[in-house]
């Protein structure tokens, strides 16, 4: 069997799901070939680089515009060389020979929905939506199933028109290294520090200063790709354990009684699958604001709301043994309702019923 994993790197997240998905599809079937392909880089490598740093300077210093835009692709549906990318693609899956394709980039969802209607192909298509909030730019016509993170997602799913039997509700895939961890409270506290793949932790000074002056906690500060924060953090914080790139972030976030980081999806249910509670810096981007939010009404953790109170927040939290339980034992609840249904179940499924 092969099987086209289409991703992009807008955001690590989307990476990272493509991945799990990937380890997911091996563990059931060894034999299946099994690719990711970033779609930007492979339909335009001359231009990928550009594409990607324009989106990265946009998200990290133009949050505003991003937000903007984000809002002005909701309302008006389009899809940039849609013509250029069909050709691409009919190329690229003519080669390839695919019986299945993945998606966990709303982008690479429109593509591949413009190139069935183009070429009147009946290659399936599976999306991943990646955030708790449905974006109407994950919706493509194509599509013959979601995977979503939770019940709330497929609900906004069916308003929108999608019929319930092409919405399973598996959990925002993690990798399987967050699947076999197993949380142990620590002494002292463990707290850990995370700000994405690209290690960024916008206005936390306050924040990581009062942690440092706290001294029955131990923290942990994983700067991903970020070298200069590494260096900055580990001569500013010099009691901190500051770590750059790492393939161990399960066993970091296994190890923590409280995770402090932004509310990125996949970080979301790699929290929930390690059973670590979240502290949540002040969302900036639209999808995080409704992740924050979900994680709060579930009860999985607490976002940092108030401006001047994050650091007296964490600390109560950090001192509540209760209440840190208390979301332990409803990440657990949320783990034991989810869809067991992989992408191959589901492709065996849909071959049966034709048959």
């Not at 939506?129 to 906004?156: K, N």
């Not at 901190?240 to 932004?262: C, N, S």
């Amino acid at each position: 069997m092969h099987v086209l994993i289409f991703t992009g790197q807008f955001g690590m997240g989307h990476i990272a799901a493509a991945q799990a998905v990937q380890e997911e599809i091996l563990r059931q079937e060894p034999t299946a070939s099994v690719t990711v392909l970033d779609i930007v880089e492979d339909c335009f490598p001359q231009l990928h680089r550009l594409v990607y740093g324009c989106f990265d300077f946009t998200v990290n210093y133009c949050s505003g515009v991003y937000n903007m835009l984000n809002r002005m692709a909701g309302r008006y549906r389009c899809t940039p060389m849609k013509r250029t990318m069909v050709q691409k693609l009919d190329q690229l899956l003519y080669e390839s020979q695919a019986d299945l394709v993945i998606s966990t980039l709303p982008l690479s969802s429109q593509y591949i929905s413009a190139y069935k209607r183009t070429t009147g192909s009946t290659l399936p298509l599976y999306t991943y939506i990646t955030d708790l909030d449905a974006h109407s730019e994950w919706i493509a016509p194509g599509t013959d199933c979601y995977f979503v993170g939770d019940e709330s997602t497929r609900l906004q799913l069916l308003r929108r028109g999608i019929p319930a039997e092409r919405v399973v509700v598996s959990g925002i895939p993690v990798r399987q290294a967050f699947q076999f961890q197993f949380h142990a409270s620590s002494s002292p506290k463990e707290v850990l520090v995370m700000g994405g793949g690209l290690g960024l932790i916008p206005r936390a000074e306050e924040l990581l200063s009062a942690l440092d002056a706290a001294s029955d906690l131990h923290i942990t500060v994983i700067t991903g790709q970020n070298e200069s924060l590494r260096r900055e953090l580990t001569k500013s914080y010099p009691s901190f354990e500051v770590i750059g790139f790492t393939q161990k972030v399960a066993q970091y976030m296994a190890r923590a009684d409280l995770l402090l980081t932004k509310a990125g999806g996949i970080t979301t249910f790699e929290a929930i699958h390690t059973g670590t509670p979240m502290c949540l810096l002040r969302p900036f981007l639209m999808q995080e604001e409704a992740n924050a939010a979900y994680i709060e009404q579930q009860g999985f953790g607490k976002v940092l709301w108030d401006k001047g109170k994050e650091a007296s927040e964490v600390l109560s939290l950090l001192r509540d043994p209760e209440a840190l339980e208390d979301m332990k034992q409803r990440m657990a609840v949320a783990l034991r309702s989810l869809d067991q249904m992989t992408p191959l179940d589901r492709f065996a499924e849909t071959r049966r019923a034709v048959c």
